[in-house]
């Protein structure tokens, strides 16, 4: 799904997420994981890497057989790929930079890779079991 580089477009990738998971009827344990780590990857695409005229998209793959929810975030400011411990060197007054910290704390393993030609993705994965997920 393709979203504008908006607080709008975060909010509305946060709910659609949430109803593409009761589709698949998620546990909720796994769900509020994921919806949450799609708000935080969806914001920073809204909020930190926006480029005018760009959108972000938002990609959820659902792996009942290797037992995977995947999120992934594109957005077009490759310039800057995010570590897995950037954000513990912020000061802790800082009033924002904590959205990596609550996608590391959610998800089961995480990352960014570029997607060419200048932006990257950022993606987040939450293992269930097979009784986690109810068919």
Not at 95 to 105: D, F, H, K, P, Y
Request: aromatic fraction near 6%; proline fraction near 6%.
């Amino acid at each position: 799904m393709q979203f504008s580089s908006t607080r709008r477009g975060a909010r509305l990738a946060r709910l659609l997420t949430c109803e593409q998971l009761r589709t698949w009827r998620v546990s909720p344990d796994v769900a509020d994981r994921a919806e949450q780590i799609v708000a935080e990857l969806a914001a920073n695409a809204a909020l930190h890497a926006r480029v005018q005229g760009r959108d972000f998209r938002l990609a959820l793959t659902h792996d009942s057989a290797a037992g995977i929810l995947r999120v992934a975030v594109t957005d077009a400011r490759g310039d800057q790929l995010p570590s897995p411990g950037a954000d513990f060197l912020r000061p802790p007054d800082d009033e924002s930079g904590r959205g990596l910290l609550i996608v590391a704390a959610l998800a089961d393993r995480w990352g960014s890779e570029p997607y060419p030609p200048s932006g990257k993705t950022v993606w987040a994965e939450c293992d269930f079991r097979a009784a986690d997920h109810a068919d």
